[in-house]
């Protein structure tokens, strides 16, 4: 028993530097998500983090490989530019949840995504870049100087290249920016919060959210993520086993202050990229996750938002780029367009049924 204890440890945890620079590479795009949606909604940033930080390592436990844990970027991108409210957010988050665990557990996901099409996921990929590209370029103008010398330390990230983590060396600017201004920080666990369900606003336009969310879902959090994982560590990560996972940790996470979560694709490249290669990667980034939990509770408030709009835009670029990448661009470009004028939900119909009608023209139905 001890050796076989010994054996699945040796396999899945190891302790070697480069399960912590594979840590820190899962943190590009979620960190400066996370504060611009504590900075701009009602929401508490520890809470958001400790979701982050239990979910890490539930997920490293259960799958035994670096797994990722991020935003769902199309809810956190409405909410960020003030297409959501805040109690619709939340709505869109648990909803998305339900879905994802019931289609998950039936074994629907894998069926139903080639239906979807990868130029429709890449439009709405698109279309929520655009959307957080327009609140960042109008966040950023408020304070022009001050975004400029945000400007400044990405390009200088650029020029030394370092591009992948501009995003998070901009963030660093302006924590640093924000700790100075709050003065003294007092370390303290966030208080155990739970949800009011008077908060929950159930609208039409949650819905709409949630169902462009589940087109991302469905393309990158699921069945790209399980791609990779099999691919770079050998492992066997279904598309379904993965939407049970993001449906189980949204039902039990959002209600106790937590964002809408799931798994990502960028996330394990990134964490693989940065030199993880086991479970531990996931333990060490939990433990980071809650010690900013802990000292991030004065720091919010003072946050330059001219900052945190250069961010946004430096994520915009990054998820647009990825978006762009496309075996039908002047599709992908449509439903992009469409949710940035009209809104994810109905880009993702339109894009579904240009998709198919664009295959039956070609003969490939």
């Known amino acids: 028993?001890?050796?076989?204890?010994?054996?699945?440890?040796?396999?899945?945890?190891?302790?070697?530097?480069?399960?912590?620079?594979?840590?820190?590479?899962?943190?590009?795009?979620?960190?400066?998500?996370?504060?611009?949606?504590?900075?701009?909604?009602?929401?508490?940033?520890?809470?958001?983090?400790?979701?982050?930080?239990?979910?890490?390592?539930v997920w490293g436990l259960r799958y035994g490989h670096p797994m990722s844990?991020?935003?769902?970027?199309?809810?956190?991108?409405?909410?960020?530019a003030g297409g959501l409210s805040t109690g619709e957010y939340v709505a869109a988050g648990l909803l998305a949840g339900a879905v994802l665990l019931v289609v998950g557990r039936t074994g629907t996901l894998a069926r139903l995504a080639p239906y979807v099409g990868e130029p429709v996921v890449r439009g709405i990929q698109v279309g929520v870049a655009l959307i957080l590209l327009r609140t960042g370029v109008t966040t950023g103008l408020e304070a022009p100087s001050l975004a400029a010398l945000a400007v400044v330390v990405a390009l200088g990230t650029v020029v030394t290249g370092h591009r992948e983590v501009a995003a998070l060396a901009v963030l660093g600017l302006g924590a640093a920016l924000a700790l100075g201004a709050a003065g003294p920080i007092t370390?303290?666990?966030?208080?155990?919060?739970?949800?009011?369900?008077?908060?929950?606003?159930?609208?039409?336009?949650?819905?709409?959210a949630t169902v462009g969310q589940l087109a991302m879902t469905v393309g990158n959090a699921a069945?790209?993520?399980?791609?990779?994982?099999?691919?770079?560590?050998?492992?066997?990560?279904?598309?379904d086993d993965l939407?049970?996972?993001?449906?189980?940790?949204?039902?039990?996470?959002?209600?106790?202050?937590?964002?809408?979560?799931?798994h990502g694709s960028g996330g394990v490249a990134g964490k693989y990229a940065f030199g993880a290669r086991?479970?531990?990667?996931?333990?060490?980034?939990?433990?980071?996750?809650?010690?900013?939990?802990?000292?991030?509770?004065?720091?919010?408030?003072?946050?330059?938002?001219a900052v945190l709009g250069v961010v946004l835009v430096l994520v915009a670029l990054e998820l647009g780029r990825s978006g762009l990448d496309?075996?039908?661009?002047?599709?992908?470009?449509?439903?992009?367009?469409?949710?940035?004028?009209?809104?994810?939900?109905?880009?993702?119909?339109?894009?579904?049924?240009?998709?198919?009608?664009?295959?039956?023209?070609?003969?490939?139905?």
Not at 31 to 45: E, F, M, N, Q, R
Not at 187 to 199: K, Q
Not at 283 to 305: E, N, Q, S, T, W
Request: net charge negative; charged share 10%.
């Open 278 to 305: 086991t479970a531990t990667s996931n333990l060490i980034l939990g433990g980071l996750y809650l010690l900013l939990a802990v000292v991030a509770v004065d720091a919010v408030a003072a946050f330059p938002m």
């Open 1 to 57: 028993m001890r050796a076989s204890l010994a054996s699945w440890t040796d396999s899945r945890f190891d302790v070697a530097w480069g399960e912590v620079t594979g840590a820190v590479g899962d943190t590009v795009t979620v960190l400066p998500i996370v504060v611009a949606v504590a900075a701009l909604t009602g929401l508490s940033l520890p809470h958001l983090l400790v979701g982050f930080a239990v979910f890490q390592v």
């Open 243 to 262: 939407s049970t996972s993001m449906g189980v940790m949204n039902l039990l996470a959002v209600p106790f202050g937590a964002m809408p979560m799931c």
């Open 187 to 208: 370390p303290r666990l966030p208080a155990l919060t739970v949800l009011d369900p008077a908060s929950l606003t159930l609208s039409r336009n949650a819905v709409g």
């Open 326 to 365: 496309t075996e039908d661009p002047w599709l992908t470009g449509a439903v992009g367009v469409t949710a940035l004028l009209v809104n994810v939900g109905v880009a993702f119909g339109v894009g579904i049924v240009g998709y198919h009608a664009l295959k039956r023209v070609r003969g490939e139905d």
């Open 223 to 239: 069945v790209a993520t399980s791609l990779l994982v099999e691919e770079y560590f050998d492992a066997d990560a279904s598309p």
């Open 69 to 80: 844990v991020e935003p769902m970027k199309a809810l956190a991108a409405l909410v960020i």
